[in-house]
């Protein structure tokens, strides 16, 4: 008897079609849901906003540098950085021309913002501490991103133009993860500054700061949805991490 269409196939296949069926079993047209198929470690996948190409990290070279790649073959479309470095969490920058990365090229993780064009990147931030994980308010103007350049991690906003930094949270705490919300007036960051970690949110100059999450499971690696509404974050709540969202206002 043949198998029912099932959305997904052994976590990789997602059926699309019945093509036929006989008294051998069933043929079904499929997607392969599996994007890179590089012998290498393939991290923070950033989507163009047509979706035909990815902005990822890969070390498939031996080092971790910055790629484009096409969505739907999974090919190289370009190599964007070449460093003998650990070059991290690529993030497009609106009109895709460049896009913001994390690098230990210097010899300490500091944010950058490479170019599409292939021209050197350029260092936004340079101290001897850890910067890293930013994202990129929606209209291009700022960056939001950790630092521990005073102990504890922190969050921080730069303004691209300018260079100019505002320290945005300054606990005993680890504040980390930071992401802008779709209208750019808010950012969520995970916090464990009342014991285990929770979502946090505050507007662009800090104030409105409060809690979204509250329990004894650890809440982390927050974003927004794309309407705004909602923000979603991992929590082992239920003893393995899952995925969760939660309305935040």
Not at 83 to 112: A, C, K
Not at 113 to 125: N, R, V, Y
């Amino acid at each position: 008897m043949p198998l029912a269409p099932a959305p997904v196939l052994n976590n990789r296949y997602r059926i699309v079609k019945l093509l036929g069926k006989g008294g051998f079993g069933a043929v079904y047209r499929a997607w392969d849901l599996q994007i890179t198929k590089a012998f290498a470690n393939q991290h923070h996948p950033h989507f163009s906003a047509d979706g035909e190409r990815i902005l990822l990290a890969s070390d498939q070279d031996g080092y971790f540098n910055i790629y484009v790649i096409d969505s739907q073959s999974g090919e190289i479309i370009q190599q964007l950085t070449d460093s003998q470095s650990t070059d991290m969490t690529p993030f497009w920058l609106p009109d895709e021309s460049s896009f913001v990365f994390m690098s230990n090229r210097d010899g300490d993780h500091e944010i950058y913002q490479g170019f599409i064009d292939g021209s050197p990147p350029t260092q936004l931030t340079d101290n001897s501490s850890y910067d890293g994980t930013s994202s990129v308010s929606p209209d291009g103007r700022f960056v939001v991103f950790y630092s521990n350049r005073f102990g504890n991690p922190d969050i921080y906003l730069l303004e691209l133009k300018s260079g100019r930094e505002i320290q945005l949270t300054s606990s005993s705490a680890r504040d980390a993860e930071p992401a802008f919300s779709p209208d750019g007036e808010w950012i969520v960051f995970e916090s464990n500054r009342e014991g285990s970690y929770d979502i946090w949110v505050m507007r662009l100059d800090g104030s409105g700061l409060h809690r979204v999450t509250s329990d004894a499971a650890n809440e982390q690696i927050p974003a927004f949805s794309p309407d705004g509404l909602w923000v979603l974050y991992q929590s082992n709540q239920s003893g393995s991490y899952d995925i969760f969202r939660v309305p935040w206002q």
